[in-house]
Each structure stands twice: as structure tokens, then as C-alpha cells.
């Protein structure tokens, strides 16, 4: 159902306030809908038309018996596309819609402008659309348990991707090509002598026979294993295009992943801006703070990305309004004339609409936490201790937060996975690597999902992890596992 | 907006019960929600099925958070949604809810194989209920069927050009009306009675009793399923047998010697003078140690077993429960007594582990 009387009146007057601001979004359309339908939509991703999964169905038991027993429900729901589609839930108050509004216009502008989602295919309705059709398709020709296996299987590996990725402009070309003859740097007169014909041929001939044996494939690491899979697993057509149509949708919500912190504080910071600035009635004040108190509140050993977007924009608008950055404020000593430190340079506004423009949650969190933001926000690290079985505060210490921050968003907190040998052992086996130096693969998880990979693959594959202090090898054959120690860390 | 989920939300549900896609089976995990219901905590069953991918082995082990507190303070408390480990804490009572019984008993049924139920005998009893679910042009008057009378009305005039839009005015003639008409429903009528009875002498302990009252508790299940109008009565006995309600039947702890053709003869009793064969389907149960008191009752029991239970009954089931007092021989009496009987089905159970097998037993002949 369209907005009409009170919420279009509410909508046009919101969308005035978020341009007066400079918010820079996609038309909005919003859309009322009842609990069930949010929670289906909630459950597809936010996409009304997707391929038949059980998942989503999953999704929608575990959404809907949240709602019926009262313990969550879904205030609004945006999806990253142009014109932009937002739900509001028909049994929320009024003053809730209003704030769901203002949030919303600060994540479509964010969709709009960050560079990270620059990339996203921006009519993923029609695409997600289109997929379902193929994917029912292939249903109709396979059946339903074989096409909805091998969905199961391309989604156990979803997560393989390079979330660079969409960015890198690869050069084109063989790498052959690229390959030239290595001489030694030499003036032009000298060149006779330190690059002597007999050399140029020795260094030719040293080529051919690298060429003769099997050069590495691939040529370096690479970390979008499931677009190699698409490439040179052995798959039939039908199976190859299902694997592509997962990894095209993995892309597309990710860079949701890679900015949960900015977009939530984002959207925080304008909804809480525009409301309490411009659209709040008296009576509306308590319903308001009641609501917004809620999406910013942080439980004691939880941590919520609303609260540490939002207060991250407000600390960055702050520092740059007052100059309290650059050389000069970080070797300043005296603590008072930090505290009072102030420039009046005015640029916090324009410094945050920068920030949404640039950056993504690692770089953010690495640039703008602060030492002061992690003692006013009262921050910590926990961790589990096995004797009392419970989990404590381990420190307070500012390198440890943002090192355990970045730990938990970088790679969207995915372990990082490459292909580095196709070829393994000269045996046409796959052989992948977990980039890390802390935290080894979950075993049991890594070896189901070798089952998946060794589907694709349909060769022994095997991934390089750690565990503990030692760097193993896990493999799967076909018929059983295997783990290795290779050595020492 | 029409949902469309539910086709996955049925595909799941098939998953979760076990019905299709064995291989996911190993990644179904139950999780769970905790809400309120008044004051007591009730835990909200949320199975899900988890897709294994490579993921950090434990990356729940620490993490980054906000509060008041110093190094080595605990933190759990905060969190008792998040951390299953946490428990239950005491003086809290955890209820679960969810399955319906109605579901527990399919997948009961499923997971044993069991068959559907047979309604008795080849005269099945029908009762007759009249619907009105149909339309036709005669007809009483107090029937007709206003709107479907003035839509037949509006074509007549549509066709016959005499109906104009500015002037809307339809007139039902005779030959425009329709009635409401029924038409009969036949439906198979499945009545079914149970007797339970349990042996409560002095040598039938507590856990031989939590085994009959958890193995009664599914076989009612299942017959509740199958059938609309399921009555069921209790029978205890020792040296003498009494009728009593559920809540008697499992709590009861007597002593005393046990006369199994007393439970029998009140049984007989009460399928006589409340079960009249030609309409009920009738599933005596019997569940003892087996150690009857003596020969001469063992032939009193075997008499009415033989003129008035088994010819009243679908089926005869008799459980043994292993008890370390009683002999047991009772289930090889019956045994030798009934070698070739149709209706009598016996099974030895010889703990909880054994409740399954006994239930497959006991129902899986069809019933």
C-alpha cells in the first residue's frame, strides 16, 4: 500500500528537510505493509521476487515467531536501488514512521554516494527477478532436488568472494604477453657486454622450458574463488550459471556488509538530526526519544553499530568543527588545552558528507576511533574464560579495541580464502589458502565445506589454515578427510 | 501484496521434520528464543538449518563491547539470549511450546513408519451432515439467494438491452432467481475407545511406571490424531481393579499382589456397557510385570481375554515392563495361550530405550 494523508504529508515534508541538508538520494517510494509481508520481504533480503529456497522460508519462521511472541520486530526495511524502496510497517505509531523516514533518506543517500556500492546494480529488482525465472527454469528441466541441492551447495561457499573485487581494473591481455626477457639494467654503449647475445638466448630458452612445464595456475593468488570456480570448474552449463547467479547476489549485498557501522550511524545521525531539529511535536518527544533510545542502546557486552556509527559522525563533526586534528593538536601534551581546544573552523559538516563519500567500515574505524571515543563510549574487550565459564573484560587498552574492532569487520568479518594452486601437486587438485595470522578455520565447518568444493571442483581440494600454533592442511578426497600439519606457524 | 513464501516455509518445515533432503539433516541446529508468557519464561524453539561455510573457529570468544567494569570482571549476565552456555538460571522454569501435538504425532507417525489407521470392519459407520453449497433455480423462498438473483437479473437486462446506467434499476422475474441448495456430506465416522491398564502392585517401581506413562502418553497422541472422537479410560489394578482418571493412573503407587483377570473383567465391563461394537473401535492396552499371582487367575484371564476382549477388540496390546521383583512369565503365557491370534499383540520393553520399538510394535500391525 502507498503513503497517503498524514504519511505523505509527513514524507514530503521529511524529504524537504533531508535536501536542505544536502542529503543527495534516489526518488523514494515507500510502501506500508503488514507484519507478515515485512517479514517475508525481510527474509528474501528485502526482494519481493527471489528463486524458491527453503532458506528464506527459514528466515521468515524464525522473523514471524519473533513478532508473534513479541521479542523483535522489523521497522523498516530500505533496499539499495534506484528509485529506492523502503517499507514501513503498518502498525507502527506515527512518530516511529516519521523517524523510519528520516533513517531511511540517510541510507538512501549513503546508497547513493559511498563509493563502495558504486558498483551495485542499481535495478536488482529486475535482476533478482530475472534469476529466479532461470533458477525456476532450471527446476523445471532438473527438478526441484537436484537444482535446490546444488543451491545448497553454491551457498555453503557464498561467502568466497573478493570484495575488492568490482574495483580492480585488470589489465587485458594474456599474461604471456606480459612476460618479457629479464636483462640486467645497462647503459646503451654497455649493452653488449652485460646483456651478450649468448645470455638474451640462455634466458629465452630458460622461458620455453618454464613454458614446457606447467607454469602455476593461477599466475597469483586468487581471492574471488567463486568466480574461479565459474571459470574452470568442471560444471555443467545450468550449474555454471547458478554458481554465478549466487556470486552476483553475494556481490551485490556486499558492500552492506563492509559498511554496517557508517550506514546504520549514518542513517542514525540524520533521522535523529532532522527529527529532533525540525519535525518533533511536543507530543511526539517521548514516543521519539523512547524509540531512538532503543536503536542506539548498547547491552552490556554487546556492540551495537547504530551507537558507534552515530557517535562516531557526531565525534568526527565535532573534531572538525573545533580543528582537533592534524600535527599540531596530536603532539599537543597539556590536556586542558586539548579539552578547550577550539578552531572554529566550521568543516565538520562537510568533513562527515567527505567520509560517507570515501570510506568503508575498516577504513573508518582504522581513521576516526579515537582514544578519547573509546574512553567516553566506556569501550572494552572481552573474551571467554574457559575456567569460570564466563565470558570477562580483558582490557581497556586502546590498541586492543580497535584491533579487535577491525579484526571482527575486516573481510566483513568472512576468514580471508584464495586459490592459490589449481594444480596441486601436478594433480589438478585445488588448493586454497586462509590468510591469517590469529584464528585457525572452525575444523568441522571447513570440512563439510570442502564436501561442497570438491563437488565444483570434482578433484581432491584442500585448504591451508592454522591451528593453533601450527599451519595444517585439510583435505578432502572424495571419500574422507585428512589433516596434515605442515609446520610451524 | 499476496504471500509468497510459503512455499519455502514449507520446503523448511519438511527439511526440519526429516521428510526430504536427509543430507542437511546433520546441519539442523535447534536454536532457541526465549519470551515471556505471564511470568513464566517459555522457550520458543527456533530450528535452523546452518549451511557450513568456512568461518573462524571461534570467533564468539572475544570481541569488542561497552560498560562500567574493570579488567577480569565478568560480563555474561548482560547477555543471557546471546549465550546459550548460560543456561537456565534456578528458580526459572523454561517451558517449551511450539510443536502441536497434532505435529508431534506426524512426525511420530513419520519417523515409525507407522500406517494410517483403518476405520473398523468393511461396515463403515457414516453420519450424514447437509451443507449448503450449491446453487439451483427452485426453490423456497426463505432460501434464495439474494445477490447471485439480482446478478442473473442484471444479464438478463444487460443482454436484452433493457438495463441503463443512468437509470439502474433491475427487477428479478421468475425465471432470475436462485436458491441456496445443500448437499450431503458423508463421513466416515471414526470413533475409538482406549483402556489403559496398568499392573500398580508392589513390584512395579517408579521407573517402570515413568516408562508405561511416557509410552501411553505417545500412543494417545497418535490415536488422537487419527481420530475426531478419541475417549479414553484408565484401568489400575493389584489383587482388584478400579477406574480412575489420568491423573490416578500415573501417580498411583500401590502394593499388593497382582490379579491380572480382575483389570480384565472390568475392562470387559466397561466395553459392554459403553462401547457398542457396531460403533466404536476399541484398543485395550495392558501394561504389567508379568508376574501374576497365580495359574488359576492366568486361566481366568485367558477365558475373558478369549469370549469378550479379543471379539471386541481392533486390537489386544500387552506391554511388559522388565521389573527386577517379578518373574515375567505372564507374556509367554499369553504367549503359549495365543499362538496364532490376530488381535493380540504383546511386547516386552525393556527400558526407556525400548519405548520406541514397543510403540512401532504396538501400533505398526495397523491398529
Redesign the interface.
Known sequence: MILTGELAKAKSEIEEYARDYKLDFFPMIFEI?KS??IN?LA??GGF??RY???????E???LN??YT???QKIYEMVINTDPCYAYLMDANNIVDQKLVMAHVYGHCDFFKNNYWFSKTNRKMMDEMANHATRIRRYIDLFGY?IV??FI?RC??????IDYHAPFIKRKSGTPEAAKKIKKLKSKKYMEQFINPPEFIEEQQKSMQEDKDGMPAFPLSPEKDVLQFLIDYGPLEQWQRDILSIISEESYYFAPQGMTKIMNEGWASFWHSTIMTNHVLSDADVIDYADHHSGTVH??????NPY?IGIELFRDIEERWNKGRFGKEYEECDSYSEKQNWDKKLDIGRDKIFEVRKIYNDVTFIDTFLTQEFCQK?????????ER?????????DFQA?KQ??LF?ITNA???R?QVVNANYENRGELLLQ?ITDR???????????L??LFFMWKRPVH?QTLSEENIILMSFDGNKHKSQTLGKA | ?V???E???????R?IKGK??E??R??ISHGE???KKGKEL?S?P?P??D??????????????????????????D??EQ??K?AGNMPGTHVREVELSLDELADILGEELELPRIEPRGKKEIVTEKSRYSSIRKTGPESLRHFKRTYREALKRQVTANEYSKHNPIIIPIKEDKRYRSWKKDYKPQSNAAVIYMMDVSGSMGDAQKEIVRIETFWIDTWLKKNYKGLQTRYVIHDAAAAEVDSETFFSTRESGGTVISSAYELCAKIIEQDYPLDEWNIYPFHFSDGDNWSMEDNARAFELLQDKIFPASNIFCYGQVESIYGSGKFINDLHEQFPDNDVLVTSMIADKEGIVDSIKTFLGKGV
Open positions: 505493509l507478515d509481508e517475508e527474509a528474501k519481493p521476487i524458491p529456497h527453503w532458506r528464506f522460508g527459514m521468515f519462521e524464525q515467531k519473533g511472541y513479541g521479542l532436488d535446490e541441492d545448497d551457498l555453503s561457499l557464498e561467502n568466497l548498547m547491552s552490556p557486552g554487546q556492540i551507537k563510549n566506556n569501550l572494552f574487550t572481552y573474551r571467554y574464560n569460570t565459564k564466563k565470558y570477562e573484560i580483558s582490557s581497556r579495541i579487535q574492532l571482527s568479518g568472512q576468514p580464502i586462509h584464528f585457525g578455520l572452525d575444523v568441522n565447518y571447513a570440512y563439510r565445506t564436501e561442497n585448504v | 501484496m504471500l509468497q513464501i512455499e519455502d516455509v514449507n520446503r523448511f518445515k527439511i526430504i533432503k543430507n542437511l546433520k546441519y528464543m526465549i519470551g517459555v520458543i527456533v535452523q538449518i549451511l557450513p561455510r568456512f568461518r573462524y573457529g571461534d570467533p564468539e570468544q572475544s570481541g569488542v563491547a561497552s560498560g562500567e567494569g574493570e579488567e577480569g570482571d565478568p560480563i555474561g548482560g547477555d546471546g549465550s552456555k
